[in-house]
């Protein structure tokens, strides 16, 4: 069983910056799939970005160009650059983790965006 803590979440302005981290109780260079998601009052939670064991970066349209996501295996830790915020952004965001078959979720972090 994974576990996952995600921080890094809070208030931003439009045009801001965060960076969410997400520490993992495995070896992230080990898990084939790990990513994010977000979900904002009202709807369905959305994927965002995901990584893979092999280091492939993708990105949901509404985020690229916008969002890094990356890997510090030293870390066992996934981080969400995210850039150029909008209050569209707004949402809980939350680390995913598919070592094989099984998803785990962590408990989620609070994005505010203010226009």
């Known amino acids: 069983q994974v576990q996952l803590v995600e921080s890094g979440g809070g208030l931003v302005q439009a045009g801001g910056s965060l960076r969410l981290s997400c520490k993992a109780s495995e070896r992230v260079r080990d898990i084939n799939l790990m990513g994010w998601y977000r979900q904002a009052p009202g709807k369905q939670r959305e994927w965002v970005a995901r990584i893979t064991r092999g280091a492939d970066t993708y990105y949901a349209d509404s985020v690229k160009g916008r969002f890094t996501i990356s890997r510090d295996n030293s870390q066992n830790t996934i981080y969400l650059q995210m850039n150029n915020l909008k209050p569209e952004d707004t949402a809980v965001y939350y680390c995913?983790?598919?070592?094989?078959?099984?998803?785990?979720w962590g408990q989620g972090t609070q994005v505010t965006v203010s226009s």
């Open positions: 995913s983790a598919r070592p094989l078959y099984t998803d785990y």
